[in-house]
């Protein structure tokens, strides 16, 4: 009976472990969590809130992920989730992106022979929609594959592609500076 006993407590250490390994691994990815937030939000605090309620609900529900594996691509599927709530919930009232601050940020990180190509970057993103900037954050700036970008936004494949080569026209536009299209 006490080796039965010894048993359980022994599992329920190990699991405590698990998950205080897995509430690490959570905390960890907030930096590239911030930087993805700011980069479709375009401010900084509104990215940092959003950040904030993701590692909530995140370690909240930290027993709904299935394979460590896919940490990453689970906590964008709730930064997404996350973020398209409160555009739903914002769009009662006038939202500035301060578009030109956060170009400025960008292209002070960058070396300085690519100051203005890296404003320009960055403020022709912040002119893109959500949507393309989604996609081409997910594909481009996150490294994820078509079916993970699929699976974080909770769109068909078809979808991601459609969208990848409409924002790719469209951010091309913006840096030649055609702003023709009104798209």
Known sequence: MASNHSRQLGRASLSVRAEDALAGA????SPRLRRHALHLLYNRADADD????????????KGALQDRAKLRGWLLSILHNLFRM???S????????QVVEIADSFAASA???DHILARDF?????????EHRE?????NVEGCGYEEAARTLDVPIGTVMSRLARARRRLRAL??????SGW
């Open 26 to 29: 959570i905390a960890a990815e």
């Open 86 to 88: 409160q555009l739903r």
């Open 175 to 180: 840096l030649d500076g055609d702003d023709s």
């Open 135 to 139: 996609i081409l954050l997910l594909l």
């Open 122 to 130: 960055a403020c022709a993103m912040g002119r893109l929609s959500v």
């Open 111 to 113: 070396p300085p022979q």
């Open 50 to 61: 959003l950040v904030q309620d993701c590692l909530e609900v995140a370690l909240r529900n």
């Open 90 to 97: 914002d769009s009662r009232r006038a939202h500035a992106l």
